[in-house]
Nanobody, 126 residues
Framework: QVQLVESGGGSVQTGGSLRLSCAAS???????WGWFRQAPGKEREGVAT???????TYADSVKGRFTVTKDNAKNTLYLQMSNLKPGDTAMYYC?????????????????????WGQGTQVTVSS
């Protein structure tokens, strides 16, 4: 069974940086990965994705500020967030799963991902 454990959230001032980690256990061979976020009263939205072929996509709102990477040896996904803005305040979740076709983007439906982390809170003050 696959488990995802997130860490790295916190509170920062506008312009600050954080790095989120998503440590996976279990067999994630050929999985696709994603980072999502959800603010109170809003729908969950895709932030960044890394599909099983290695293709990365970002939401327009975070392009140039966020970077997704993966350490395959540690089976850990990262989200480096820089120049944070108050609009980035949300609960952040990592997700993973085997997805038919192996090609995903930030608009891929959340139901496509079988495994989810517990979430880590990011708060950006103005």
């Amino acid at each position: 069974q696959v488990q995802l454990v997130e860490s790295g959230g916190g509170s920062v001032q506008t312009g600050g940086s954080l790095r989120l980690s998503c440590a996976a256990s279990g067999d994630t061979n050929n999985f696709s990965w994603g980072w999502f976020r959800q603010a109170p009263g809003k729908e969950r939205e895709g932030v960044a994705t890394l599909d099983s072929g290695g293709t990365i996509t970002y939401a327009d709102s975070v392009k140039g500020r966020f970077t997704v990477t993966k350490d395959n040896a540690k089976n850990t996904l990262y989200l480096q967030m820089s120049n944070l803005k108050p609009g980035d305040t949300a609960m952040y979740y990592c997700a993973a799963g085997w997805i038919t076709g192996g090609r995903i983007w930030v608009g891929t439906r959340t139901e496509a991902f079988r495994y989810w982390g517990q979430g880590t809170q990011v708060t950006v003050s103005s």
